[in-house]
């Protein structure tokens, strides 16, 4: 397949690195002031040492991507709240040319669903978006095999900055601005690490677990939220005595979004320490299912994005 | 010297008299041993088995078997043999004249103290089914800073989401932060 990339992150470019592994070739990346484009396929290694040296990714306008030849649209922009805006344009132009289109970018799946929805059953092209929900985690194909109507629930930690925090708590014993200070030293929490802290973003990944099970419905605005901000290292010392600990749980159903700090069985499978995720999909007929890996990163959530496009040119 | 009080514990000379028949109501997993191991810790700690009823044929809504046992104790000796069972890790229906469908644990965290701790719980008591069998506060930085508090509830079989409700909007009066169990799956 050929793949034309918007978003020139950790996940974008590790798309572009990655591409050729699986079989795909790239003839476009750009970020949101350059792009590099080749029908015959773009010089990747070369956008990709130009993109480290602070360079521009290459010298076309991003715009004109939309007017070349490709099978698949990578989105792979920063998820915006809200109108979801450039990913959901970036969508719609891609679907409206017949092409196919992979998100690693919440935004539209999170936030326009039906719109994008109906926008994809007037194409020719689909929408895959496994990237959006717990990088490598195959959350979303997990949900698929099942069937969605077979799948009563899913829960999990969907967020690794703030479960690392809580793990670094209950094992020193230590307050939440200590460890979130440890966290971003370490490059785990972002300088602004606020949607990882309060909720929104393992929010934005249950709203598209909801959104699947039911078809859409749901936006953020319809998700229970709290964060971990208010948690002190005494709660997690009183819920081990128990042998329980806490953790930032989403849960996904027909009837609604919840995310919130929660006491979990200290060795129980939700109880996944440092950075790890896991997801818990409960069927009618299965019983409970669980996959746990690396839910961010570049080349991790990279890996999601190509499985999409092989299953797209499976089809 | 007859008539002289009873030291409290002291099962050798409570146990002339002050014997009273109590009925545990047990909950256990279908495999062999289960039984054995649910009557050792009445035995071990001062409990006479009077009769035991094992209810083979009934499930309860999670898939258990019921088990009632009949045993005499002193009064001081019956809640040491309660803890025993669950510290067994039994789960223990109804002890005495109170019935229990569930342990729950709950966390709250804010300014516990000053917004009248003995309030709260005596709401969550009098507003809900739910009894509080204990509570383990820690206030690291002192009264008058954010501490925590854990409760084990016992609560009425499919009455949790009700206690859950009450729970929270006593919290949310003292702007106290909940940290709720997670229930349902195999969490």
């Known amino acids: ?315 | 010297m007859g008539d002289a009080p009873t030291p409290p514990g002291d099962l050798g000379t409570e146990a002339d008299g002050g014997v009273r028949t109590y009925t545990v109501r047990l909950e256990l997993v279908d495999e062999p041993g289960e039984l054995l191991d649910a009557l050792t810790p009445i035995a071990e700690n001062g409990g006479n088995l009077m009769s035991i009823h094992h209810e083979r044929g009934n499930i309860t809504p999670r898939g258990h078997i019921p088990v009632e046992v009949d045993l005499g104790c002193p009064p001081d000796r019956f809640d040491d043999i309660v803890a025993a069972l669950r510290e067994t890790g039994i789960n223990v229906i109804q002890a005495g004249a109170e019935r229990y469908g569930e342990e729950i644990s709950v966390v709250l965290v804010g300014h516990l103290i000053e917004t009248d701790l003995s309030d709260t719980l005596l709401a969550i008591e009098d507003e809900t089914s739910a009894a509080v069998l204990d509570l383990s506060l820690s206030a690291p930085q002192g009264t008058g800073d954010t501490s925590s508090a854990r409760l084990r509830l016992a609560i009425d079989s499919g009455r949790s989401e009700a206690v859950f409700d009450t729970i929270r909007s006593v919290s949310e009066e003292k702007d106290l932060t909940v940290v709720e169990p997670l229930l349902g799956g195999d969490a």
């Open chain 1, 1 to 315: 397949m050929r793949l034309a990339i918007l978003g020139a992150g950790d996940v974008g470019r590790s798309v572009a690195d990655l591409a050729g592994e699986y079989g795909h070739e790239v003839v476009a990346l750009a970020d949101s002031t350059n792009a590099v484009i080749d029908a015959d396929g773009i010089d990747v290694e070369g956008a990709l040492q130009r993109k480290r040296s602070d360079e521009p990714v290459g010298v076309d306008d991003p715009d004109d991507v939309f007017d070349i030849e490709y099978d698949v649209l990578v989105e792979a922009t920063p998820t915006t709240l809200g109108d979801a805006e450039p990913g959901f344009s970036h969508v719609e132009r891609a679907l409206e040319a017949d092409r196919h289109v992979v998100l690693a970018n919440k935004g539209p799946v999170a936030e326009r669903y039906e719109e994008m929805r109906a926008l994809e059953a007037d194409s020719e092209g689909s929408v895959r978006f496994e990237a959006t929900v717990g990088g490598a985690i195959p959350a979303l194909s997990t949900v698929e095999d099942c069937m969605p109507e077979n799948v009563t629930a899913v829960r999990g930690v969907l967020n690794g900055t703030a479960n690392f925090i809580l793990t670094r708590m209950a094992a020193e014993g230590l307050d939440y601005e200590h460890v979130l200070a440890e966290a971003q030293d370490l490059g785990v929490a972002e300088a602004d690490p606020t949607f990882d802290v309060d909720g929104t973003d393992a929010a934005l990944k249950f709203v598209i677990l909801a959104n699947v099970l039911s078809d859409g419905g749901f936006a953020l605005e319809d998700a229970s939220v709290e964060g971990i901000q208010n948690i002190p290292g005494s709660a997690l010392n009183l819920a081990a005595e128990d042998g329980r600990t806490i953790r930032l749980i989403g849960e996904a159903t027909r009837e609604g979004v919840r995310v919130g700090p929660r006491l979990v069985p200290e060795n129980g499978p939700l109880a996944v320490t440092g950075t790890r995720n896991i997801i818990q999909i409960e069927t009618h007929n299965a019983g409970s299912l669980h996959s746990s890996g690396r839910g961010a990163g570049g080349p991790e959530t990279a890996t999601a994005v190509l499985s999409d496009v092989n299953r797209l040119a499976d089809r």
